[in-house]
């Protein structure tokens, strides 16, 4: 067995799961909810097998290095991550039609590293050569996958408040009767964000002490670190605002996807397009 044949077995059950959320949604039946679920979790298994065949794989190259050192290995991993987010979510408010908004991020991002990345296993750079990248990567990428929740619930928020805005006191039925309430959808946004903006903070610390431990310096304005701040600040922000001035509903679902916009522009933006320190991402 080797690692491409799980993260194909991921790629599958995550293009399956996002399908039968949206057929729960459609159906209204709680066995297909279930069965998504069930699906999900089956999906976040196989990817973390995939990973962990990668790593060995690695080892068995002679190269000592987790499996997180280029841009292939980020989105396998990004992927992994919104999963484990978005199923811890699920566990404590069993809101099944939000795997329909989070469960496409998770999608999209194995099939681009499936069919548009390259696979191949390398040596890690030597500014690469450090627990440091574990560390950083991983906290990162969990506050990323966090944000990507959030940014599913408020895509839903803002569709949901529309529809009953225009509805009245009219009961809201069909697709939309199966969301979440408005409070429940903006009490996970606020909750995904108070996951990821610490675990963010900690990514941009540890990066910090990588970057001193690589090049001497623990910041140097390269482009990923000032998109890191940049994306920090409009979490602080956010959170600022719903502790001080009590924003909580539509403007705040406006941030949140805002805020995963900088998110992704950071992690992909800045390493395709912007050159700098952190360019070897993008190989």
């Not at 966090?146 to 569709?159: E, T």
């Not at 990821?196 to 910041?219: R, S």
């Given at each position: 067995?080797?690692?491409s044949?799980?993260?194909?077995l991921?790629?599958?059950?995550?293009f399956?799961a996002?399908?039968?959320?949206?057929?729960y949604?459609?159906?209204?039946?709680?066995?297909?909810g279930f069965?998504?679920t069930?699906?999900?979790?089956l999906g976040?298994a196989?990817?973390?097998?995939?990973i962990?065949?990668?790593?060995?794989?690695?080892?068995?190259?002679?190269?000592?290095?987790?499996?997180?050192s280029?841009?292939?290995e980020?989105?396998?991993?990004?992927a992994?991550?919104?999963?484990l987010?978005?199923?811890?979510f699920?566990?404590k408010?069993?809101?099944?039609?939000v795997?329909?908004f989070v469960?496409?991020f998770a999608?999209?991002?194995?099939?681009?590293?499936q069919w548009?990345?390259?696979?191949?296993?390398s040596?890690?750079?030597?500014?690469?050569?450090?627990n440091w990248l574990t560390?950083h990567v991983?906290?990162c990428?969990?506050g990323?996958?966090a944000?990507a929740?959030?940014?599913g619930v408020s895509i839903m928020?803002?569709?949901?408040?529309?529809?009953?805005e225009?509805?009245g006191?009219?009961?809201?039925?069909?697709?939309?009767?199966m969301?979440?309430?408005t409070?429940i959808?903006?009490?996970?946004?606020?909750?995904a964000?108070?996951?990821?903006?610490p675990?963010l903070?900690?990514?941009?610390?540890t990066?910090?002490?990588?970057?001193?431990?690589a090049?001497?310096?623990?910041?140097s304005w390269d482009?990923k670190e000032?998109?890191?701040?940049?994306?920090?600040?409009?979490?602080?922000a956010?959170?600022h605002?719903?502790?001080?001035r009590g924003w909580?509903?539509?403007r705040?679902a406006w941030?949140?996807?805002?805020?995963f916009?900088?998110?992704i522009?950071?992690?992909?933006?800045?390493n395709?397009?912007?050159?700098?320190l952190?360019s070897?991402?993008g190989s």
């Amino acid at each position: 067995m080797t690692s491409s044949l799980f993260f194909n077995l991921t790629t599958g059950a995550y293009f399956i799961a996002m399908v039968v959320f949206i057929v729960y949604i459609a159906s209204k039946s709680d066995n297909i909810g279930f069965a998504a679920t069930v699906i999900s979790w089956l999906g976040l298994a196989a990817n973390t097998i995939a990973i962990g065949l990668r790593w060995r794989e690695a080892y068995a190259m002679g190269f000592e290095q987790a499996p997180l050192s280029n841009l292939y290995e980020s989105v396998v991993f990004f992927a992994w991550s919104i999963l484990l987010i978005y199923l811890l979510f699920d566990l404590k408010y069993k809101q099944r039609a939000v795997g329909a908004f989070v469960i496409p991020f998770a999608f999209a991002g194995m099939i681009w590293a499936q069919w548009g990345l390259d696979a191949t296993i390398s040596p890690l750079v030597p500014a690469l050569q450090s627990n440091w990248l574990t560390y950083h990567v991983i906290t990162c990428f969990i506050g990323y996958a966090a944000f990507a929740v959030a940014c599913g619930v408020s895509i839903m928020y803002l569709i949901k408040i529309g529809k009953e805005e225009a509805a009245g006191n009219n009961p809201i039925g069909g697709i939309l009767g199966m969301f979440p309430s408005t409070k429940i959808l903006d009490d996970i946004n606020y909750k995904a964000i108070m996951v990821g903006f610490p675990m963010l903070t900690l990514g941009i610390v540890t990066g910090a002490a990588w970057a001193n431990y690589a090049w001497g310096t623990y910041w140097s304005w390269d482009p990923k670190e000032t998109w890191s701040l940049i994306v920090w600040f409009i979490y602080a922000a956010f959170l600022h605002a719903r502790f001080t001035r009590g924003w909580v509903g539509r403007r705040a679902a406006w941030l949140s996807i805002f805020g995963f916009a900088a998110t992704i522009f950071c992690y992909l933006g800045v390493n395709l397009v912007l050159s700098g320190l952190h360019s070897y991402g993008g190989s």
